[in-house]
């Protein structure tokens, strides 16, 4: 008999999500079948736990509801196995996802960090390849330079230093993320933290990239609402301001700011 996966999804469900039942549906369909898969709410209900059961998730209500970083750093601990993927609750993972991120996990068992290559979802429909997405491939390949693994403090901060173009959903984290909670006063770039703290850790990043996983734009989400309330402004210039001397990070900061007011995510 086949050993299941050292892995677990792990779905922070806010409220009522019409495309819950589509990722829990896309997690359940792996090819590498077996991964543990749970289901983590500080809005628990009967149809949410309905749901889960439909899927085969384990559930988990918590309280109080106080924000995304809780919400994550909740879901994250329910994981009973090494490798955990943070599964966002409105975007769908294809069927090939955790075999190609395990086959990488294989090729370098000190990996901290596993991303895919992902699409967006406008609707239920593939949103062409926008031009930020466009920049955030090239950051990724400035800070691999073709490499699948990187392991090298310089070239994992290099990575992170224009800005974040890691899709968290994307990533699986690995023991070597052991301890790096996400912070719980940051409301947009609690991933693009972690990862810096993360990249000043032994353990390699390592890229997969295939396009594994569809991340769904909506302006209900907490990236739009972030770009509305100033949050994603002052998050970016703290984060810069952790990675570059101060006019640096101020001409980077003001030049994602400009990026917002086009329209860039």
């Given at each position: 008999?086949?050993?299941?996966?050292?892995?677990?999804?792990?779905?922070?469900?806010y409220?009522?999500?019409?495309?819950?039942?589509?990722?829990?549906?896309?997690?359940?369909?792996?090819?590498?079948?077996?991964?543990?898969?749970?289901?983590?709410?500080?809005?628990?209900?009967?149809?949410?736990?309905?749901l889960?059961?439909?899927?085969?998730?384990?559930?988990?209500?918590?309280?109080?509801?106080?924000?995304?970083?809780?919400?994550?750093?909740?879901?994250?601990?329910?994981?009973?196995?090494?490798?955990?993927?943070?599964?966002?609750?409105?975007?769908?993972?294809?069927?090939?996802?955790?075999?190609?991120?395990m086959?990488?996990?294989?090729?370098?068992?000190?990996?901290?960090?596993?991303?895919?290559?992902?699409v967006?979802?406008?609707?239920?429909?593939?949103r062409?390849?926008?031009?930020?997405?466009?920049?955030?491939?090239?950051?990724?390949e400035?800070?691999?330079?073709?490499?699948?693994?990187?392991?090298?403090?310089a070239?994992?901060?290099?990575?992170?230093?224009?800005?974040?173009?890691?899709?968290?959903?994307?990533?699986?984290?690995g023991?070597?993320?052991a301890?790096i909670?996400?912070?719980?006063?940051?409301?947009?770039?609690?991933?693009?933290?972690?990862?810096?703290?993360?990249?000043?850790?032994?353990?390699?990043?390592?890229?997969v990239?295939?396009?594994?996983?569809?991340?769904?734009?909506?302006?209900?989400?907490?990236?739009s609402?972030?770009?509305?309330d100033?949050?994603?402004?002052?998050?970016?210039?703290a984060?810069?301001?952790?990675?570059?001397?101060?006019?640096?990070?101020?001409?980077?900061?003001?030049?994602?700011a400009?990026?917002?007011?086009?329209?860039?995510?």
């Amino acid at each position: 008999m086949e050993r299941a996966p050292d892995h677990s999804f792990v779905v922070p469900a806010y409220g009522r999500s019409p495309h819950l039942a589509d990722c829990l549906a896309s997690l359940a369909a792996q090819t590498l079948a077996g991964s543990e898969i749970v289901v983590s709410t500080s809005t628990p209900s009967d149809e949410l736990e309905a749901l889960a059961s439909r899927f085969g998730a384990r559930y988990f209500a918590h309280a109080p509801n106080a924000g995304i970083g809780r919400d994550w750093n909740m879901a994250r601990g329910q994981a009973s196995r090494r490798w955990v993927t943070v599964a966002h609750q409105d975007d769908v993972y294809l069927p090939g996802f955790l075999a190609e991120t395990m086959r990488a996990v294989e090729a370098a068992p000190d990996a901290s960090l596993v991303l895919t290559d992902y699409v967006e979802l406008l609707g239920d429909d593939e949103r062409p390849r926008t031009a930020m997405l466009r920049i955030k491939r090239l950051l990724l390949e400035l800070g691999f330079l073709g490499r699948q693994n990187i392991r090298r403090e310089a070239d994992k901060l290099r990575l992170l230093r224009f800005g974040c173009p890691i899709a968290c959903p994307s990533v699986t984290l690995g023991p070597g993320a052991a301890g790096i909670a996400f912070r719980e006063d940051l409301k947009v770039d609690l991933d693009w933290e972690a990862w810096i703290r993360l990249a000043r850790r032994p353990g390699a990043f390592c890229f997969v990239r295939a396009r594994l996983m569809a991340h769904r734009i909506h302006e209900e989400s907490e990236t739009s609402a972030g770009v509305r309330d100033g949050a994603r402004e002052r998050e970016d210039a703290a984060m810069f301001a952790s990675l570059w001397p101060a006019p640096i990070a101020a001409l980077l900061a003001r030049a994602y700011a400009h990026s917002y007011e086009a329209g860039g995510d």
